[in-house]
Every structure is written in structure tokens, then in C-alpha cells.
């Protein structure tokens, strides 16, 4: 069976959601901890959202010098499959896995809401499961969710296909380019400040037109890398 | 070298044996906030005076946050009015950190709601952040894993400029505390009313997860075993907190009470809830009691009243942030994200291992013991040593003078009956938009934005929904539904009624959800103790509301009294917040709020009379307040609860939501709000069968009324089931998707996107465009 990692730092909250997703689409989830130097052989990880660290100094900050991260880094440049997810993804770009940063939100107060995106690449190895171009919803949580990169950097992710996710309708952050998630050169990490794992359960998702809390859009993103890890 | 440097501040530690020698030292016992008597009594139990340390633990120990010394006399009709039908599903009842009740399948819920009313006027983030992190350390203190919040927020007119400060210091301490806590928020209460200008409410809710194995209760049980004090260090944050803040009133020109209050670290406290469900979890631990209002007072004394012998502690070894504090400071502050654990000696090196892999910094207090004595020792000297129920159990009470309020009959005299209400379709149009944007019936996105609901993956209903929902266990999907209700207004009118009315409420937003109501929290705030007519009021309103509980069979298993809301002599609406829990087998069959589909039909169940007194109309078209709530009609409510029941067990329901304040027109709105999905609707049915005119069909707040949506092909079904149970359903509509309009047939129509408009302006224009800016 795929064993998919998620590591828990002090302070991380959606853990426990990114396992059940995992458990989900039919994959083993496998509890990592932060003080630990051993990713346990998975083939995949997952960075949960949170506050890892209070958020003390800057968001991820903290969590990106952990142990494990030195870990995470070096499959990562092996090619192993890595997703941040909200503060995970500040962790990632604080650990120079990805390009930017996450600031303040535009509005300057923390934002829940049912968020439209399109997926912009499916080439990586978390997108791999949907259509190009495709709209999905998935909750959008943070307080500290505004996308910056400098304007090389932006271009450079938008020439080579990059932006994984875009924000559709409302850019709930003032994210610039309305950018949602991204990946790395080689596609196998991605990070994005929407919830996937809060949409893979009905019943307890976002509302769709059929039906309260029905939504599963972000089921796919655990499927993809589930099928991807089941290829190789 | 701290021990040095405080010894020279405090020169002569005041010794029990110094106390002995010195009988006739002056205390400041008044600007502890104890009176005359209460400090005669101390010296009375004590055969002398107290040392600074005891007076300052009984000061804080007596007051009336911590004491109940107005409120206990009447208190004890909740645990009187109880049948044993309503004790069955009772684990623990009133009296422990919170109630639990077991929901069946092995698992229990314990709930609470408690206030922080004064500390959130003062700074109202920090107020309401540590509101919500006392409240969550209740339910750990259980054994329960916490998995929910709600609020039950009341603010000053909204628009006056301290109503937006006061606000946004509100909202967003509870949405840095609960989300960084991890804990969803599912629901809550918004009022705006000036009468809560200088005394703003904030309430908490959590709600904690439990099996039944895991249950702890905090008594300090068995000589010998170790009291060991956790999390956050001690320092001078808080300090009289509970009886300077709590317990005396808002004056003007008063010195400024910043200091008193505490500051939060919601990190801190997340990892202190996985640290102790980790304790808790190898059985490491006899007992944890949090530290709240009173700290280290306070936990010592509960703990060693409610256990079998005595307790002896050593200030010295309390981890400081601030060495200079003094064994008085240390015993009354009231910094947050601490806990104290009663630990056998053979499970101390386990337990320390836990804390230590958590990084929580630990210390052994000391022991304890057969004595009967809590005995405090601090520099090598005993400066406290008191029999500890005479602290925590024992206290004062007061039978305090009561008075019906002298302008009680001409208020209630002044019936809303004799305005003029709207007739034209166009007058009865402009009164809905009204109602719809003023401000208690808006959309609080604004707020709840703010909060995340989605954390944990069990949230199967929340806000905008008429009541939270949690799964409680995946494989069956049994959950709890819980919602809070007070409406201020009524209870000005009539306390006793309005308390029903509030417990009314509650129970029937569970029921629409499609769960049975089980069991009662609730938080009483009022104003000044000492005001004959607001001991009145609190007498009314637990007299109802326990009347209401019998009724009902919904045992109260815990809440919280708040007094002394009141600036000047001016006291707040007397608000009970009464909070139910409901169980349902499987969360998968909940019912929302609103209709998603075409041609569903609607219905309303219960009967409509002219019962417009205290309503949201006579407020918002006349600024009005008089005449009788509501009637309380509570067989016609378990008998709704009974059919919604049944009909969401069966399937029958596609919506289902509850006529409250605004009445149908407030329902019909908010249902065709909900997703956005139009409807039909004709009064004349209300108006024949009720004898009623259009305006009172849409505006009168009746209880016992619910509006459900029924998909055709189930229709009969239903309308057998009202009819077997004596349920008026009466058919008054269709949802329309195509229209795009709510139409009351022959009097008017508005577009969904005008609802949406009128509803989501208000708060937004008041407080700033905020998270919702972004749109949504």
C-alpha cells in the first residue's frame, strides 16, 4: 500500500485532516514528527496547515529549521512527492523549496470561505488527477495568505507553467496574479494556501449546487499523488 | 539571586505564626473586595486574622465570580427540578468543570459556556481570546478532547464608534485564540443593542469529546501523590482579575483596569491540550484542574475540597516569569495556558517524560496529604494553612433583597399591539428589507468569516444553520448538535418567560436539525447583585428556566453566572444564555437550514397569534420595547421536536428552519438566502385559519413554529405523520429556483440579489469592509 507521509509539528492543526484524506483515496497515512530524522520510508509527504510554532517570528519559519525538514529537503530533491498546504506552504517557501512568500492578507483579517480555483498545471504530481484548466472549490482558511514573489520570479513561474492553482472570482488574499498554489522546476512539490483535506468527505466539505457540504474537489489532489507513487 | 532581590521588596514574609502574634495588623480587606462581615467570618473560621496570602486566596475565592455568594440560593432549583428520566443520560451533573452527558456507542460529550464579560470591555481582544482558552481548559480538565467552539457575542449600538472598537477587538481575539487552537467554530449569537454599550457580553461555548473510560474528575485523591504544576509560567498577568474585575462594576473616572487582565498564547495552549490528552491517554494522571479565574488559589483549594485529606504546596518551586512576584501575586495571578495535575509517585517519571516531549515546563508543587489542611509554604514558612472547603465550598451566601422592578407594569402595560403595522404590499416589502438589514437579523458574515469551521473534518452544520453539528465517531457517524439562544428584549419584559423563551429557542434549532434535544448549559449574565430589581430578574429567570428544563426533560449540567453588567446604575437586559445539546444517530441525515431544489413544498408548522411585544418589528419599524413575550408553549415544542425527529429518520425533509425573531419574514429570507434559491409564498392560509392580518403572519414571533421544505414525492407521508402527532402543518409555498425572487403571493416580490444586498451591507458598512472585502 502507498504510504503517505504527514508530519506533525507543535502547533499543527489540519494533521489529523490530512490523514483521513489520505486514508481516503486509499492510502496509508503515516504520522511523522518534527524532533524526528527519519521520514520512514513514505513516498510521499505531506506538510499539514496550522500554526506550527505559534507562527512566532514568521509564518513556517520555525517549522522550515526543524529537523525533519532537513529530511524533507533532500527527498525532495530526489524527486519523493512533497504538498505544503497553507502553513505548510509557508514552510516550503521558507525553506526554499518554493519560490515567494505568504504575507498579511490585503484585508488585513483572517478569511474562511468556500474558494474557486482553477487548475492551471496538471503536470505535477499533485494535479495529475484533473483536467487543465478545470474549476474546483475548496475552503480557503488564513490570516497570512497573500502570495509575493518579486516580478522575475512571477514571470519566470508563469512562462514555465508553474502556478499550479489560481484564484477564481475573488482573490480572498491579494495574491499576486491571483495565485492559489505553485510548484517547483521538476513539478513533484507543490504548495498552496487553500484546503484540499477539508474537501474529500461528504457531508463535511464545501456546498455545492446539489447538495450542503457536498463537495470532494480535493479528494483528486491525494488521488493524484496516490496514482503517481502507484506508476512508478 | 531572584530570592535575594525579592526578599528586599518584601522584608517580613506575613507567617501564619506572625499572623498569631500580630492579631490586631490592618488588612486590606476592602480593596480585596471583601466586606465587614466576610472578613469577620475569615478571622471567625480561622481563630485569627488571616496571613496576606489566606486573605488574598479567600478575597478571590469569595468573590462572586468565584462564589456564586447571590446566585447559589437560586441556582439549587436546577438541581431540585429533576426527574430521573433526565438524570439517565447524566455523567456528571452541575458543579465539576463541566458537565457530561453520555450520547450513546460508548461516547460522551461535555459542553459549558462561560463568560468573560468584563476582561473583553477592558481589552477586548485579549478578553475574548482568553475567554475562549478558559473555556477549552475546562473541558480538557474532563479527559474530553475538545472539538468545537461557539460564541454568544452582545455589543452596543452597532455604528457607535466604541461598538466597532469593542468588535473588532472581540472577533478577532477569538479568531487568533480558537483558530489557532485548531478548534472549529460552529455557530454562536450577534446582538446589537445599546443597552450593552458599556457592557459588552462575551460568552464562550466548547463542547469535548469524551469515552466513557476517559472520564476525570479534578479531586486531589490519595496521600502521598504528587501535585505537579504545567504549561506556562507564572507571572503577574491577571492578578485580582476575579475579584477587582469580575465582581465591581464599570464607573466612570475609575482608575484604568488593564492590568487585570490576563494575556493569551493560544500555541501554548494547543500544545497543552495534546500534551494532557497524551497524559491522559497512558493513564499518567489522577486528576488535572485548569487554572483559570483565581489560579493557583483557586486549583489548590477546589482540588484538595472536592478529594479525601489535605494538600501541602511549596510556592518556591512555582516556575516565574517574573522572580519578583510575591506569594500573594503568585497565589491570585491569573496567567493563562496553565494546568495542575495530581500524579502518583510511581507515574511521575512518565508523566514528566510526556511534558518534556511537548517542551511544556513542568514543576512538583508537593504532595497530597491526610491532613485535611491545604498548607502553603513559601521561603521555608507556612503563609497559608486553612481547612480548604472553607475556600472553595463554603463561602459566603447571600439571600439578597428582591424587588419587582417599579416600572415593570406600565412596560408591560405598553403592548406593541397598538402601533401601526404595514397593510400595502409596498409597506409590507419595505418592512421585510427592513428587518433584514438591521442589525441583529443581517448577515454576520463580517464575524463568522473570521473563524475557521472547517479544522478537525467533523463539522456537519455551522453558522449560517440554526444550530453547530459535530460528528462525534466516524464509523457511525453519531454527532451532537448544539445552539445558544437569549433574547434580552423579552427577558426586560418578563425574566421568568423570557428564560423559557431563550431554552425554547435553543431546543428548537437542535430539533430542526433533525437531533434530540439531551441537555442544558447555560450563562447567566445580569447586572448588580446588590439592585433588588436585578436579583429579581436573576430569580425570575432561574425559576422559569428550570421550570422550563422539567419541562422539557433537559436536565442543566453546568454554566456560568455573570453579575455586576452594569455602568453605573444602569444594568443590562437581564440575558440568560441557555445553550441545548442534541444527539443524532448519524450526522449524514442533519436537515439544513435552506432549500437547494425546485417545487419543494413548504410548510409551516404551528400556529401564528398577534404576539408582536419585544418582537425585532417592533424594534426595528418603531424602536419599541413593551407589552408580553411570546407565549411559552412547551408541549407544542416537544411535540415539534418529536415530529422533526421522526421526519428527519425517515428522510421527509429537504430544509427545515425555525421562526424566531423577525419571524416568517426573517425564516423565509434567510431560507431562500441560504443557497441562494428563490420561493413562492401565500399568507392567506395563515391569515384565514389564525385570524390574523398579513403583517402579524410575517413579523409575529409565535413560538413552537418551524418552516420545513418537503419534496413532493414525500408529501403525504409527512402530512400523515403531523396529523398523528397533532402537528398544524399548514402549506404556504413552493420553492421557485427559476424566479430568482422570494414572492408573498398578491402583495409583493423581492429579487434574491436584493435580499443578498440589503442582508450583507449592514454589518460591513458599520464596522469596515474587513474579510469581506474579498467578496464571497
Known amino acids: ?232 | 539571586m531572584s530570592a535575594e532581590t525579592a526578599a528586599t521588596t518584601t522584608p517580613v514574609i506575613d507567617s501564619v505564626q506572625r499572623a498569631g502574634e500580630t492579631p490586631d495588623r490592618v488588612q486590606p480587606y476592602e480593596a480585596l473586595g471583601l466586606t465587614d462581615d466576610e472578613y469577620a467570618r475569615i478571622r471567625e473560621i480561622l481563630g485569627r486574622r488571616p496571613t496576606s496570602g489566606e486573605l488574598a486566596m479567600y478575597s478571590v475565592m469569595w468573590s462572586e465570580h468565584c462564589s456564586y455568594k447571590s446566585s447559589k440560593k437560586y441556582l439549587r432549583r436546577f438541581g431540585e427540578k429533576v426527574t430521573d428520566r433526565m438524570r439517565e443520560h447524566l455523567m456528571v451533573g452541575m458543579g465539576q468543570n463541566a458537565g457530561v452527558v453520555d450520547i450513546g456507542r460508548g461516547w460522551a460529550v461535555t459542553f459549558k459556556v462561560e463568560s468573560h464579560n468584563h476582561p473583553s470591555y477592558v481589552e477586548p481582544f485579549q478578553g475574548a481570546a482568553t475567554g475562549v482558552g478558559g473555556i477549552v481548559r475546562d473541558i480538557i480538565s474532563m479527559g474530553a478532547r475538545p472539538v468545537a467552539v461557539m460564541d454568544q457575542l452582545r455589543f452596543g449600538a452597532l455604528g457607535d464608534p466604541d461598538t466597532s472598537r469593542v468588535v473588532h477587538g472581540v472577533v478577532s481575539g477569538i479568531s487568533f485564540y480558537g483558530n489557532c487552537l485548531g478548534l472549529p467554530n460552529i455557530g454562536g449569537e450577534t446582538v446589537f443593542d445599546p443597552v450593552y454599550q458599556g457592557n459588552p457580553l462575551v460568552n464562550a461555548l466548547c463542547l469535548g469529546v469524551l469515552r466513557h473510560e476517559d472520564l476525570h474528575l479534578a479531586n486531589a485523591r490519595g496521600a502521598g501523590n504528587k501535585v505537579v504544576l504545567f504549561g506556562a509560567r507564572t507571572g503577574g498577568d491577571g492578578i485580582g482579575g476575579a475579584s477587582i474585575l469580575a465582581s465591581d462594576t464599570f464607573s466612570a473616572g475609575g482608575p484604568t483596569k488593564r492590568p487585570a487582565v490576563q494575556v493569551g498564547d493560544p500555541f501554548a495552549e494547543k500544545v497543552l491540550i495534546e500534551c494532557c490528552l497524551e497524559l491522559f491517554a497512558g493513564d499518567l494522571v489522577e486528576a488535572i484542574q485548569d487554572l483559570g479565574a483565581a489560579g493557583i488559589s483557586c486549583a489548590t483549594s477546589e482540588l484538595a475540597a472536592n478529594g479525601d485529606g489535605g494538600m501541602r504546596v511549596d510556592l518556591d518551586a512555582v516556575l516565574l516569569r517574573d522572580p519578583t512576584l510575591t506569594a500573594e501575586e503568585i497565589l491570585m495571578s491569573e496567567s493563562q495556558e496553565r494546568m495542575m495535575a495530581v500524579v502518583t509517585p510511581d507515574k511521575l517519571a512518565g508523566f514528566l517524560a510526556v511534558t518534556e516531549r511537548w517542551e511544556v515546563e513542568t514543576s512538583v508543587l508537593g504532595e497530597v496529604t491526610d491532613t485535611g489542611r491545604l498548607e502553603i509554604t513559601w521561603r521555608g514558612e507556612t503563609i497559608v494553612d486553612v481547612d480548604p472547603t472553607t475556600v472553595a465550598v463554603d463561602g459566603p451566601v447571600y439571600d439578597r433583597p428582591v424587588a419587582r422592578p417599579a416600572g415593570l407594569d406600565a412596560l408591560q402595560a405598553d403592548s406593541a399591539a397598538a402601533l401601526p403595522r404595514p397593510e400595502s404590499g409596498d409597506e409590507l416589502r419595505r418592512t421585510v428589507l427592513a428587518l433584514i438589514g438591521s442589525p441583529n437579523l443581517a448577515d454576520v458574515g463580517w464575524i463568522t468569516d473570521q473563524y475557521d469551521r472547517y479544522v478537525l473534518g467533523n463539522t456537519a452544520l455551522a453558522f449560517p444553520d440554526d444550530a453547530g453539528m459535530i460528528r462525534v465517531d466516524e464509523e457511525s457517524g453519531l454527532g451532537v448538535a448544539i445552539a445558544t439562544d437569549a433574547n434580552g428584549r423579552y427577558c426586560q419584559l418578563d425574566p421568568r418567560q423570557g428564560a423559557q423563551l431563550a431554552l425554547a429557542e435553543a431546543y428548537r434549532n437542535v430539533a430542526v436539525t433533525g437531533a434530540v434535544p439531551l441537555a442544558v448549559t447555560d450563562c447567566l449574565n445580569f447586572g448588580a447583585p446588590t439592585n433588588p430589581e436585578v436579583m429579581w430578574q436573576l430569580a425570575e429567570a432561574v425559576e422559569g428556566l428550570s421550570d422550563a428544563c422539567l419541562a422539557l426533560e433537559v436536565p442543566v449540567t453546568g454554566g456560568n453566572v455573570s453579575l455586576y453588567n452594569q455602568t453605573g446604575s444602569q444594568a443590562i437586559h437581564p440575558t440568560p444564555v441557555v445553550g441545548v445539546l442534541g444527539v443524532i444517530d448519524d450526522v449524514a441525515r442533519r436537515i439544513p437550514s435552506g432549500w437547494q431544489d425546485e417545487g419543494l413544498n413548504l410548510y409551516l408548522l404551528g400556529e401564528t397569534a398577534l404576539e408582536l411585544d419585544g418582537s425585532a418589528w417592533a424594534q426595528v419599524a418603531h424602536g419599541h420595547l413593551g407589552g408580553r413575550p411570546p407565549a411559552v408553549r412547551l408541549d407544542a415544542e416537544r411535540a415539534l421536536a418529536g415530529l422533526l425527529a421522526a421526519a428527519a429518520e425517515e428522510g421527509l425533509l429537504s430544509a427545515a428552519h425555525d421562526l424566531a425573531e423577525g419571524g416568517l419574514a426573517a425564516t423565509l429570507a434567510e431560507g431562500v438566502l441560504r443557497f441562494g434559491v428563490g420561493a413562492r409564498v401565500w399568507l392567506d392560509g395563515i391569515v384565514d385559519r389564525d385570524g390574523v392580518d398579513a403583517a402579524t403572519a410575517l413579523f409575529s414571533e409565535s413560538t413552537a413554529r418551524v418552516l420545513v421544505a418537503v419534496p413532493r414525492e414525500e408529501d403525504v407521508k409527512f402530512n400523515g405523520l403531523c396529523a398523528g402527532r397533532g402537528v398544524p402543518a399548514l402549506r404556504i409555498g413552493v420553492t421557485d429556483a427559476a424566479s430568482g425572487t422570494l414572492e408573498v403571493q398578491d402583495r409583493f416580490e423581492i429579487p434574491v440579489e436584493e435580499l443578498r444586498r440589503t442582508s450583507r451591507a449592514t454589518l460591513p458598512q458599520a464596522l469596515g469592509h474587513g474579510a469581506t472585502s474579498a467578496g464571497s
Request: with cysteine; net charge negative; proline share 5%.
Open chain 1, 1 to 232: 500500500m502507498t504510504r503517505v507521509g504527514v508530519i506533525t509539528f507543535p502547533g499543527s492543526l489540519d494533521d489529523g485532516d490530512a490523514r483521513r484524506a489520505i486514508r481516503l483515496v486509499g492510502a496509508e497515512p503515516v504520522r511523522l514528527w518534527h524532533g524526528d530524522h527519519d521520514l520512514a520510508g513514505v513516498d510521499a509527504v505531506v506538510l499539514p496547515g496550522g500554526f506550527s510554532y505559534g507562527d512566532y517570528l514568521r509564518c513556517g519559519a520555525i517549522a522550515a529549521h526543524s529537523p525533519i525538514m532537513r529530511e524533507v529537503i533532500d527527498a525532495a530533491d530526489g524527486g519523493l512527492p512533497v504538498l505544503g498546504i497553507c502553513n505548510g506552504f509557508q514552510m516550503l517557501t521558507e525553506a526554499h523549496l518554493l519560490p515567494g512568500g505568504l504575507v498579511r492578507n490585503d484585508h488585513g483579517a483572517f478569511i474562511c470561505r468556500d474558494q474557486r480555483l482553477r487548475v492551471e498545471q496538471t503536470a505535477t504530481a499533485w494535479t495529475s488527477g484533473f483536467e487543465a484548466g478545470e474549476e474546483i472549490v475548496v475552503p480557503l482558511k488564513n490570516g497570512e495568505g497573500g502570495y509575493v514573489a518579486d516580478a522575475d520570479t512571477v514571470a519566470r513561474l508563469e512562462d514555465e507553467g508553474r502556478v499550479v492553482f489560481r484564484y477564481v472570482d475573488v482573490d480572498p488574499n491579494g495574491s499576486v496574479h491571483g495565485i492559489a498554489g505553485v510548484a517547483n522546476e521538476r513539478g513533484n512539490v507543490v504548495g498552496l494556501m487553500p484546503h484540499p483535506e477539508h474537501a474529500v468527505e461528504p457531508g463535511f466539505g464545501p456546498d455545492t449546487d446539489a447538495a450542503m457540504r457536498s463537495g470532494v474537489d480535493g479528494l483528486r489532489v491525494f488521488r493524484s499523488a496516490l496514482e503517481g507513487a502507484l506508476a512508478r
